[in-house]
């Protein structure tokens, strides 16, 4: 069974950075197309972040996040991951690792366009 596995979360201050992991158990992520990472805080629908396409070349990332989150990926070792900076505490949300398993629309932030998720891991940002 194909499973994503994030990692890197936990309590930090404003302004602190906070790296996020994500691995996958079964499969490599050149299998996968598009990656993401989504977010959802208590109380709130989940919503995207960041995405990065295929060989990395291409990111794309939601307005509020810009020049603070970047985001990788290394097919090789299948490993992505969202470097946090200047964390803010509407940052504070559980974070998720997604791929897509078809090949989707251009830079699609669509929760539905990937067909892959982890559990998800806890970010507190404490003010």
């Known amino acids: 069974q194909v499973q994503l596995v994030e990692s890197g979360g936990g309590l930090v201050q404003v302004g602190d950075s906070r790296r996020l992991t994500c691995t996958a158990n079964?499969?490599?992520?050149?299998?996968?197309?598009?990656m993401a990472w989504f977010r959802q805080a208590p109380g709130k629908d989940r919503e995207f972040v960041a995405a990065i396409g295929f060989t990395g070349g291409t990111t794309w990332f939601q307005d509020s996040v810009k020049g603070r989150f970047i985001i990788s990926r290394d097919n090789r070792k299948s490993i992505m991951g969202l470097e946090m900076n200047n964390l803010q505490p509407d940052d504070t949300a559980v974070y998720y690792c997604?791929?897509?398993?078809?090949?989707?629309?251009?830079?699609?932030?669509?929760?539905?366009?990937?067909?892959?998720w982890g559990q998800g891991t806890q970010v507190t940002v404490s003010s």
């Open positions: 997604a791929a897509a398993t078809s090949l989707g629309p251009y830079e699609t932030t669509r929760a539905a366009d990937f067909g892959a």
């Open positions: 079964g499969r490599t992520f050149d299998t996968y197309y598009d």
